[in-house]
């Protein structure tokens, strides 16, 4: 072998030792140029996510601001924004980008709050790319649209959150101002009024402008500015004081105030919270009582003196006596004429209710024949429409009779009732498809939840009827177009319970005992609603009579419940 042959198997050896050298660098090349594209898209969903919590918490902007917002940077944290369209779905609203389209290539996650789906965020591609995970989209993308859609539960559940503290202030400042104790929040250190109520600047006839620009001092009639001074730093030393003093008004009139106090820290600064009370009126009684007592007290023991006091005592204890016993004499008498007076009334008023009913339905009767007869008769459809009208009116005035005859006779106590074993089941059914049409028509949903085992019950099943249909008319008036009304029954405690919830306008609390008065009716809006105030009150009658009892639970703007429960008495 020469010299040659000896050289060239080394530098083969070198020479395939740099081929693989080449190769592992290559692979080397394109490793490292994956992991950077996968860094770059890690980093692209991190920014996605950052930027989701810096919209979220920034102030200002409304939640469909939000939302929007959202939703026109989420195409950027996917592999190709540049054919990517986003949405956005909460509670049925669509926030979409400028660029969406449906699409056949899309991903999507469900938006959830305490267990509720409440919408959907959804990623789209323009064009079909290559499968790779899920159809054209990297698992780590889904990954991506799940934390999307945990983030916005968050930030919904949040504003949720927001919206409940924000009426739970404005309610607690109507309570506030509705109390008619003084209420303020002083600065410690300078006596400035911070914040108070309506009666604290009132009840000192100021208005809240100038009560703002006022300080404790400004109001004290009894101590200086300095002495003022020294008393909130005790105050601040003690946590608390309670002490009576004396506050000028606008017009220079001196009131005694009662004063209760205490210090509290907000933010790190001291104040006092103030409530103080006018006692200028409870002093002046104060000061005649004592007066008063005083004089008493002279009489007895100028009369102490006299030998024949107890003579006198005696003598007056008896006429007293006999003045009391005349006085019950007088009042049995009085009793016995305003007994008499009432029967006599219950009996005009019975009297009146059938000549009134009698003459009411002594025209409605031929009037609801002739109609009824016409409305089969006519053809002509303009003139049919009237008849429908006239034959609905006369209906509609025929119902609202027999209930003011019902409820005279209830008041009376001539109420007539008729018990048998009645299926409750059957019965709320049959109330639902008698009132379905209504509702339909009205666009309200109307939804009946029964208990799953039947119950037949011993009642008068025409007169709780009559009950069902005034609760389910009244909440089918009150409840807006599109409302939700439900019927429910169940048993608890003995009782079959009733129950009819909307959520319509709800009733005020002022209003909510006098709804069951005759002739009571809601206003709304600032006008009156059709009826007589009827229903309600004849609904009492008959629930009453079944041993039951009747009642509302309602919030003014947050819809109504009206109850109603009798005895069980099942028969198999």
């Known amino acids: ?83 990517t369209c986003a949405k956005i779905v909460v509670n049925n609203k669509e926030f979409k980008t400028g660029n969406y389209r449906r699409t056949k290539w899309k ?86 009024l911070i914040e108070f109520n309506t009666a604290a600047h009132k009840n000192l006839g100021y208005s809240r402008k100038e009560f703002k620009k006022l300080k404790i001092p400004d109001l004290e009639a009894a101590e200086s500015a300095e002495k003022v001074s020294e008393h909130l730093k005790r105050v601040l030393k003690k946590g608390f004081a309670i002490f009576t003093t004396k506050h000028r008004t606008k017009s220079g009139e001196i009131r005694d105030i009662h004063v209760n106090t205490k210090a509290i820290q907000i933010g790190g600064k001291n104040f006092t919270l103030t409530i103080s009370r006018d006692i200028s009126e409870r002093k002046q009684a104060e000061k005649e009582l004592n007066e008063y007592r005083g004089h008493l007290e002279h009489l007895i023991e100028s009369r ?121 089941s059957s019965l709320l059914h049959e109330v639902v498809d008698f009132l379905n049409p209504s509702a339909v028509i009205k666009k309200q949903s109307l939804n009946l939840e029964l208990p799953n085992s039947p119950l037949i019950i011993r009642m008068d099943e025409d007169r709780i009827r009559q009950v069902i249909l005034n609760l389910l008319n009244n909440a089918m008036k009150f409840t807006k177009i599109g409302g939700i009304i439900n019927l429910r029954a169940h048993t608890t405690d003995g009782n079959l319970m009733i129950e009819v919830e909307d959520n319509g306008f709800g009733i005020a609390e002022k209003d909510k005992q006098r709804l069951f008065e005759p002739y009571f009716t809601l206003e709304k809006d600032g006008e009156h609603r059709d009826g007589l105030g009827l229903g309600l009150p004849l609904s009492k009658i008959i629930v009453d009579h079944h041993g039951g009892r009747i009642w509302v639970e309602s919030e003014k703007g947050k819809g109504s419940v009206f109850k109603f429960c009798v005895p069980l008495e099942v028969t198999q």
């Open 304 to 424: 102490t003196a006299r030998l024949k006091e107890t003579n006198i005592k005696l003598k007056g204890a008896v006429a007293k006596r006999r003045q009391a016993e005349q006085n019950t004499k007088l009042l049995y008498k009085s009793e016995k004429i305003l007994r008499k007076q009432l029967e006599q009334e219950i009996k005009r008023r019975a009297d009146f209710a059938r000549g009134l009913i009698h003459e009411l339905k002594t025209p409605l009767t031929p009037m609801l024949g002739a109609s009824a007869l016409l409305l089969d008769r006519v053809k002509d459809e303009s003139l049919k429409r009237i008849a429908i009208n006239i034959n609905r009116g006369a209906q509609n005035l025929n119902k609202r009779v027999n209930d003011l005859m019902d409820l005279a006779r209830g008041e009376l106590g001539m109420l007539e009732f008729q018990y048998r074993a009645v299926d409750v």
């Open 107 to 192: 991903q999507s996650s469900d938006i959830e709050v305490a267990g509720k789906q409440l919408g959907l965020v959804e990623i789209s591609y323009f064009e079909d790319k290559i499968e790779i995970d899920e159809g054209p989209f990297l698992k780590q993308e889904r990954s991506l649209i799940n934390a999307v859609a945990e983030h916005l539960s968050r930030i919904i559940e949040r504003l949720q959150i927001m919206e409940l503290f924000r009426s739970s202030k404005e309610r607690y400042q109507v309570i506030l101002n509705q109390t008619l104790e003084s209420i303020v929040l002083v600065d410690a250190e300078t006596g400035a």
């Open 1 to 83: 072998m020469g010299y040659q042959d000896k050289t060239k198997e080394p530098l083969t050896g070198e020479l395939v030792e740099l081929r693989k050298q080449v190769v592992e660098l290559k692979v080397s090349d394109i490793s490292y140029r994956q992991l950077q594209h996968e860094l770059n898209e890690r980093n692209k969903e991190l920014r996605c996510l950052y930027a989701i919590t810096s919209i979220a918490d920034r102030l200002g902007s409304t939640p469909d601001e939000l939302f929007q917002e959202i939703a026109n940077i989420l195409p950027s944290a996917w592999q190709y924004p540049d054919i």
